[in-house]
């Protein structure tokens, strides 16, 4: 299982793999440091987009949606993978399974619901598989 744990006030967070699922993903050498984009920490009763990035991209492939967001009260989260940036990089989260279980101990940590999954390019393919996960009946992917 893999867990959030805070790091500071903002939106960082320090993330460790305390799972054993094979020798080569026993633990990570060093903790993640998250950078993501939260357009309305304190939440929305309407709803969380939560933005997945292809390879290579970051949140910032996401600004111009994240205005038009904001304008209508609805939160979103931009999420930065590892290794494109702005989140420290790990060999670690290479798969797939990876990617999913980064982006679901998010959803956990910050205790979102009323979800909308929006993926772009390789985040596409994460959206739509955490979309499963969540039970969310929208998914976007661009």
């Known amino acids: 299982l893999f867990f959030l744990s805070s790091n500071s006030s903002s939106a960082k967070f320090v993330w460790s793999d305390k799972s054993s699922k094979s020798s080569r993903r026993n633990s990570l050498q060093s903790p993640i440091c998250l950078t993501f984009l939260d357009t309305l920490p304190i939440g929305s009763s309407i709803g969380t987009v939560v933005a997945l990035h292809g390879a290579p991209g970051s949140h910032n492939d996401f600004k111009y949606m994240a205005v038009l ?3 209508q ?3 979103m989260i931009g999420i930065n993978f590892p290794g494109y940036g ?3 990089g790990n060999e670690n989260i290479f798969f797939e399974s990876d990617r999913i279980c980064f982006v ?3 959803v ?4 979102l619901d009323k979800i909308t999954f929006l993926g772009h390019s390789r985040g596409a393919v994460t959206a739509m ?3 499963l996960i969540n039970k969310v009946i ?3 992917h661009l």
């Open 104 to 106: 679901q101990q998010i």
């Open 69 to 71: 967001f904001d304008n």
């Open 86 to 88: 702005y989140t420290s």
């Open 108 to 111: 956990e940590r910050l205790n």
């Open 129 to 131: 598989k955490l979309g």
């Open 138 to 140: 929208i998914v976007f």
């Open 73 to 75: 009260q609805i939160r």
